[in-house]
């Protein structure tokens, strides 16, 4: 390598280093400038950021999508969708904390409520919605009867902390699965604009 290409390449490289860390979040920018709405979601591995992105889709872009670990400020959006991934029957602790301290921010905000969840790849039924969506996400965002899914989500093995993925794998017959469908995360979209308008 010559001194000329090697004097570029360092500098582009502290160029790189100089870009402030809040340009390297995980946010979702749509097609859409100075949007009004947001999707904040709580993952463990993506099926739930994915549904998120399906989501924002299915409103042609207008939304802007945070992962709840960039401890997103969301005071400046008129309308907010939130939704996460299900262990245990609840969503992260993340998620639940970050809902819990900000309240104010999401009370009368809150347009749409989602879940991701396995459910032992059975299809889901009134009670995912019961326990899932009416006993836990409305209640953590204070909202009223809104537009609400539950999505069946997937495992992907490489994407699980060891001990949940043995614990997962203890389940007779498990196998890694795919159940998100990118057509009903959209239609999803669509519903809660309609709503709205």
């Given at each position: 390598m010559n001194k000329r290409t090697f004097l570029k390449t360092g500098l582009s490289a502290i160029g790189l280093l100089a870009i402030p860390n809040n340009l390297w979040g995980m946010?979702?920018?749509?097609?859409?400038?100075?949007t009004e709405w947001a999707i904040l979601y709580g993952t463990w591995c993506g099926t739930a950021r994915d549904a998120s992105v399906w989501i924002s889709e299915g409103m042609d872009g207008i939304?802007?999508?945070f992962d709840v670990r960039?401890?997103?400020?969301?005071?400046?959006?008129?309308?907010?969708?939130?939704?996460?991934?299900?262990?245990?029957?609840?969503?992260?602790?993340?998620?639940?904390?970050?809902?819990?301290?900000?309240?104010?921010?999401?009370?009368?905000?809150?347009?749409?409520?989602?879940?991701v969840c396995g459910n032992m790849r059975?299809?889901?039924?009134?009670?995912?919605?019961?326990?899932?969506?009416d006993n836990h996400l409305a209640q953590l965002t204070t909202s009223g009867k809104i537009p609400s899914k539950v999505f069946l989500g997937r495992i992907t093995w490489g994407l699980m902390e060891p001990d949940v993925?043995?614990?997962?794998?203890?389940?007779?017959?498990?196998?890694?699965?795919d159940n998100l469908k990118r057509s009903e995360c959209m239609e999803f979209g669509k519903e809660i604009l309609k709503s709205v308008k």
């Open positions: 946010e979702f920018f749509p097609t859409t400038k100075n939304a802007d999508v960039e401890n997103p400020d969301l005071s400046k959006y008129k309308h907010l969708i939130i939704g996460g991934a299900i262990r245990s029957g609840v969503t992260s602790n993340e998620l639940q904390e970050y809902l819990a301290k900000h309240k104010e921010i999401v009370k009368n905000k809150t347009r749409g409520l989602f879940a059975q299809p889901v039924t009134q009670e995912q919605y019961k326990n899932l969506i993925q043995k614990q997962m794998k203890a389940f007779p017959n498990m196998e890694e699965y």
